[in-house]
């Protein structure tokens, strides 16, 4: 069962555009997300963060925004780059932030084009 | 410079043959981890550790040994009983388990 679940394995957005990448979970016990960004043949490396205690968070073009009730969250780029293509992950701790491994999403593969 | 350091980049496995892939960290991160990326597809948990001298398993263990002897290393083995190796492997570590990750550059294991 996948307590972590990013719907769409795919997105392409233009250069300048919105992107809107999403993941949904399964567990209420969820009280910290991440984001991390992958590019081929290297490791992930961290992008951006939110707490259960608050439904936005933002740095620079990135924002994340959580929906407690849905159980839903968002990762929002803009202005779009083609540098930003790359494979995005979400992810969370199984119990709760400090208390078990985290659990990731499979994955949206991003691509910029121009 | 702060980091984790995996080696080699590039791994290539004999039939019935076991490797070892190395894990690093100067962090002073307690916990570390390691993953498998199979093409187009998201991370799979292979091992965890908590703490120097302990381990759990993950969802994907069948066939993989690891051991913490040291804070700093977390070597994997993939052992001949793991019939399809051919993945990225990601090592990474976090100050506590459930808090951020921080990886490192990965392995690329092929079987000849």
């Known amino acids: 069962d996948q307590q972590v679940k990013q719907n769409s394995p795919s997105l392409s957005v233009q250069e300048g555009r919105i992107s809107i990448l999403n993941c949904d979970y399964t567990?209420?016990?969820?009280?910290?997300f991440l984001w991390y960004k992958k590019y081929p043949a290297e490791g992930p490396t961290f992008l951006i963060s939110?707490?259960?205690?608050?439904d936005k968070n933002e740095d620079g073009r990135f924002t994340v925004f959580l929906n407690k009730s849905a159980k839903h969250l968002s990762l929002h780029i803009v202005p779009s780059q083609p540098g930003d293509s790359a494979v995005y992950f979400c992810?969370?701790?199984?119990?709760?932030?400090?208390?078990?491994?985290?659990?990731f999403g499979t994955g949206t593969r991003l691509q910029v084009f121009p | 410079d702060g980091g984790i350091t995996q080696s080699p980049k590039y791994l290539f496995r004999k039939e019935g043959q076991n490797v070892t892939l190395s894990c690093e960290q100067n962090?002073?991160?307690?916990?570390m981890y390691w993953y498998r990326q199979d093409p187009g597809q998201g991370l799979r948990l292979i091992y965890y550790?908590?703490?120097?001298?302990?381990?759990q398993k993950g969802d994907i263990a069948e066939g993989y040994s690891v051991s913490r002897e040291k804070k700093e290393s977390f070597p994997l083995t993939v052992t001949s009983a793991q019939k399809n190796p051919t993945a990225f492997y990601l090592c990474?570590?976090?100050?506590?388990?459930?808090?951020?990750?921080?990886f490192g550059s990965g392995t690329q294991l092929s079987v000849l």
């Open positions: 567990n209420s016990m969820f009280d910290y």
């Open positions: 992810a969370a701790p199984g119990g709760g932030v400090g208390t078990d491994k985290l659990i």
């Open positions: 962090l002073n991160h307690d916990a």
């Open positions: 550790s908590q703490i120097v001298n302990d381990f």
């Open positions: 990474a570590s976090s100050m506590r388990v459930g808090e951020k990750l921080f």
């Open positions: 939110i707490s259960s205690i608050k």
